[in-house]
């Protein structure tokens, strides 16, 4: 697929689990301020729907499968399988996490 704003291109598992799961949830509490404690619990608020949907698509990026991603967030692997459905609407969210994944590595690598 060819490179979003920023230079990063998207293409499915190309990342080798660079990121931990948790690393992501991360990036997407940095983006979105929702918690992944508050992407485990119930609940059809838009910002945590669109959290979850997120940390489905980028781990799907970095190589994670459906039911890892399920097991870790507490969701039904069903779910996590509609979301990866979802990318080419999400692209440009899809983006700031990787970005803000990518800033997260320098600002580790800088202080090394």
């Known amino acids: ?31 979105y301020g929702v918690t992944l404690q508050q992407m485990r619990e119930k609940g059809k608020d838009r910002r945590i729907t669109l959290s ?19 097991v870790y967030i507490r969701k039904d692997p069903a779910l996590i399988t509609r979301h990866s459905k979802q990318m080419k609407e999400l692209e440009k969210e899809v983006q700031q996490v990787l970005s803000r994944l990518t800033v997260r590595r320098s600002n580790v690598n800088s202080q090394v």
């Not at 990063?8 to 990342?15: A, K, Q």
């Not at 979850?52 to 399920?70: D, F, I, N, P, T």
Request: charged residues 30%.
């Open 1 to 31: 697929m060819p490179s979003g704003k920023g230079g990063i291109s998207i293409e499915p598992g190309r990342r080798e689990r660079q990121y931990s799961l948790s690393q992501i949830a991360s990036a997407i509490e940095d983006v």
């Open 52 to 70: 979850r949907k997120l940390l489905s698509l980028v781990a799907h990026e970095y190589g994670y499968r459906g039911k890892e991603v399920a």
